[in-house]
C-alpha cells in the first residue's frame, strides 16, 4: 500500500497533516505504540523541512510487510552541505520562521534518531529527497 501526501510551501496549517494520518493508520493496523510514535515524529520533521526549506513538495509513505518506508521530496534549494545540516542545532531558517517556534535546527538529528534508516540525497538548485525506513518488531503484521 502506497500513499501519497502533497506539502504546500509554508503552508503550517497543512504541514502536519501527513504525519497526523499516518499515525492515525498505523494505530488502526494494531501497529506498537513506540513505533507508531517514531514514525509519526521523523514524518512531521520532514514536513516542517519541506514547508519551510523545500518550496513544498510531497511524501510518498509504503506499508508492508517488512516495515514502513516514508520517501519526502522538494524541489527546494536542496542542501549544500548535509553533514553540517546534521548536526543538532544547525539551521538555515529564516528569523520569521524561527520567531514562528520553527527552524531550531532539530530536524534531520530528529529523523536519524527515530528512523532506522535514513537516506538524503540532494543537489543544489534541484531538490532534496529524504527516505526513512522503519522495520517493524519480529512477529507484528
Known amino acids: 500500500?502506497?500513499?501519497?501526501?502533497?506539502?504546500?510551501?509554508?503552508?503550517?496549517?497543512?504541514?502536519?497533516?501527513?504525519?497526523?494520518?499516518?499515525?492515525?493508520?498505523?494505530?488502526?493496523?494494531?501497529?506498537?505504540?513506540?513505533?507508531?510514535?517514531?514514525?509519526?515524529?521523523?514524518?512531521?520533521?520532514?514536513?516542517m523541512n519541506i514547508a519551510i526549506h523545500g518550496d513544498g513538495g510531497r511524501a510518498e509513505i509504503e506499508i508492508s510487510k517488512d516495515g514502513i518506508t516514508t520517501c519526502f521530496i522538494d524541489?527546494?534549494?536542496?542542501?549544500?552541505?548535509?553533514?553540517?545540516?546534521?548536526?543538532?542545532?544547525?539551521?538555515?531558517?529564516?528569523?520569521?520562521?524561527?520567531d514562528m517556534g520553527f527552524g531550531a535546527g532539530m530536524g534531520l538529528p530528529n529523523m536519524k534518531k527515530n528512523a532506522d534508516e535514513l537516506i538524503i540525497q540532494s543537489e543544489l538548485n534541484k531538490g532534496t529527497t529524504v527516505q526513512m525506513h522503519f522495520r517493524l518488531p519480529a512477529g507484528e503484521p
Do not use: C, N
Open 1 to 47: 500500500m502506497i500513499i501519497e501526501y502533497i506539502i504546500p510551501r509554508l503552508d503550517f496549517s497543512a504541514a502536519g497533516k501527513a504525519s497526523t494520518d499516518m499515525k492515525h493508520r498505523l494505530t488502526q493496523l494494531g501497529l506498537p505504540p513506540a513505533l507508531i510514535k517514531r514514525v509519526a515524529i521523523a514524518m512531521y520533521e520532514a514536513e
Open 75 to 98: 524541489h527546494g534549494p536542496g542542501i549544500p552541505d548535509i553533514e553540517l545540516a546534521m548536526q543538532e542545532g544547525y539551521s538555515t531558517a529564516s528569523e520569521e520562521i524561527r
